[in-house]
């Protein structure tokens, strides 16, 4: 069993600091860590992001990192699980690990009545037919560096979702985002934090 860990409210540039420090640091026999955030107001540029995805940031800082994808918004209301994971070590590769997380939390959403969540091809993340379209009610973004992930998913779960609106989220223009309050399945965010943790494990376990 992987350790859970809890940090909010939580800066994302401190985490993001925290993050890279222990992947830098771990060696052969350093443990897993699954890391339970809920962050304040930012936006995080991928590794290739494009700012012209921004379209009015406003009073929302902006935050270029390492991890995959383009722009995402990070917010309270919303449960990030980061996965410090050593996936060489588990035998896995990167297009498995990311189908685990996919599933860890499509998992998660059905525990909670959402049941019709489903991966999108060629598009990172967990989506929820709303009104008639796909909707994005989580996303997945990750570094690897020498077998050893960091970064990981966010699901939204009770948040103002106003901050979408100023993006094209994960670059996609247009595409609308949900979380699951909208869904009709609002929930304390600890519950869903740690039964998320709960089916990466099993996820990793297999």
Known sequence: MIECKTLRPADYLEILQRMRQFSESRGAATPDALWQVEHCPVFTLGQAGQERHILDAGDIPIVRTERGGQVTYHGPGQVVVYTLIDIRRRGLFVKDFVCRLEQALIDTLSDYGI????????????????????????????????????????????????????????????????????????????????????????????
């Open 115 to 206: 049941t019709q969540a489903q991966r999108k091809s060629n598009a990172p993340g967990v989506y929820v037919a709303y009104q008639g379209e796909l909707a994005k009610i989580a996303a997945l973004g990750l570094k690897v560096s020498r077998g050893k992930t960091y970064h990981g998913v966010a699901l939204n779960l009770q948040m103002n979702l106003e901050p979408f609106s100023r993006i094209n989220p994960c670059g996609y223009p247009g595409l609308r985002t949900v979380d699951m309050a909208t869904m009709g399945r609002a929930q304390d965010w600890q519950q869903v934090a740690d039964r998320l943790c709960h089916r990466v494990n099993e996820q990793l376990t297999k």
